[in-house]
């Protein structure tokens, strides 16, 4: 029930009419008893009551990171269907080790890489499918947060890291638009804006060259601390022409004054993607339904998880580092 559990738990009680929330679970009490009596629903704090429990059918993954894996194969042995927030785990292993057995489980397992639910990434990929960009040259995304991340994630041991915690949905964007996996990638970073960040041994600032397999080639850009708000751009350049999702300013809100024309940045994550979280709630409740395979697997969870892994041992490194030396 922190940032990510709140809004999947909103739209699961209010906006999947094919879905009833059950119960809400936070280790912490207050949060716990909070969430549970705004939503009107059960709370406990106890995961594994909750993830037995048999008039559950699905269960959320939306703990921190470094649980993912734990929390995660709870549900999946009780038999569950598991949506889980990305990424799918904060090192390769326990992400290797989590996707296997969801592979195995015969349950709806979808992560949450809720950007592919986006109406302008949809028509970016439809464009490119209908052959109207051409032959895919250039992938190019810029991912700048307003604030670094409070707490467990801000600790590198704990999240994975920038490239898994922040970048790994520029990943999974790179991989769903070029339709081609990365085959090396060359990243380099500093930490010079964020003091915590810093001090638990993260990077606050980022890019990454990378090479698809398909012979295109991208650039992925993180920053951790936008004075103006929540920045996201991306861009898809093709032989045949260009699409671009995103703008630094929210075209809804305009102050016009002696100072001229100022427009505000998008706020956060949740502001630009409430659609898109509602429009992924609702796609999992219909593979569970309909007995179909969720649109993002647990193998693409561990793609994302390997072109993090591979950028963070490229700045250790400073060298490029090929995907193939992971496998
Ligand atoms: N899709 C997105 O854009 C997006 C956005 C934010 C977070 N996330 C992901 O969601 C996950 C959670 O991130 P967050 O920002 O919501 O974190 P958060 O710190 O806001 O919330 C995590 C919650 O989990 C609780 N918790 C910790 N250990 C627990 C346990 N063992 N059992 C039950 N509850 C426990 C904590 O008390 C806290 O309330 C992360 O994997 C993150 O990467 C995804």
């Not at 969430?35 to 429990?53: F, I, K, M, P, Y």
């Not at 490239?163 to 790179?174: I, R, T």
């Amino acid at each position: 029930m922190g940032r990510a559990g709140q809004i999947h738990a909103g739209i699961f009680r209010d906006k999947v009419p094919e879905a009833t929330l059950a119960c809400v679970v936070d280790e912490a009490e207050k949060v716990a008893k909070d969430a549970g009596t705004r939503l009107g629903v059960n709370w406990t704090t106890d995961t594994s009551e909750a993830v037995q429990d048999d008039g559950v059918d699905a269960v959320v993954v939306a703990v921190p990171t470094y649980l993912h894996a734990r929390v995660a194969s709870a549900a999946l042995d009780a038999g569950k269907h598991v949506f889980i927030e990305k990424p799918l785990a904060h090192t390769p292993k326990d992400a290797e080790q989590l996707a296997r057995r969801a592979l195995s489980s015969g349950r709806v397992f979808q992560v949450g890489y809720m950007r592919r639910y986006d109406r302008a990434y949809r028509e970016v990929k439809d464009s490119i499918a209908n052959g109207s960009l051409g032959l895919l040259l250039i992938y190019r995304a810029i991912a700048h947060d307003p604030a670094p991340p409070p707490g467990w994630a801000a600790d590198p041991k704990l999240s994975g890291g920038i490239f898994y915690d922040m970048l790994s949905h520029d990943f999974d964007m790179g991989r769903n638009l070029m339709a081609s996996e990365v085959s090396s990638v060359y990243a380099t970073g500093s930490s010079k804006v964020c003091e915590d960040i810093a001090k638990k041994g993260d990077l606050d600032t980022v890019a990454v060259l990378m090479k698809f397999k398909s012979g295109a080639f991208g650039y992925v850009e993180g920053f951790r601390k936008s004075s103006y708000g929540y920045d996201l751009r991306t861009e898809v350049v093709g032989s045949g022409g260009s699409a671009v999702v995103g703008a630094m300013n929210d075209p809804s809100l305009t102050f016009a004054d002696r100072k001229g024309l100022r427009q505000s940045g998008v706020k956060w994550f949740a502001d630009r993607f409430d659609a898109a979280f509602e429009a992924e709630d609702n796609s999992f409740a219909k593979a569970i339904i309909t007995r179909s395979n969720p649109e993002i697997s647990a193998s693409d969870g561990i793609r994302a998880v390997e072109i993090a892994e591979a950028c963070r041992l490229s700045v250790a490194r400073k060298k490029p580092v090929s995907l193939g030396e992971l496998h």
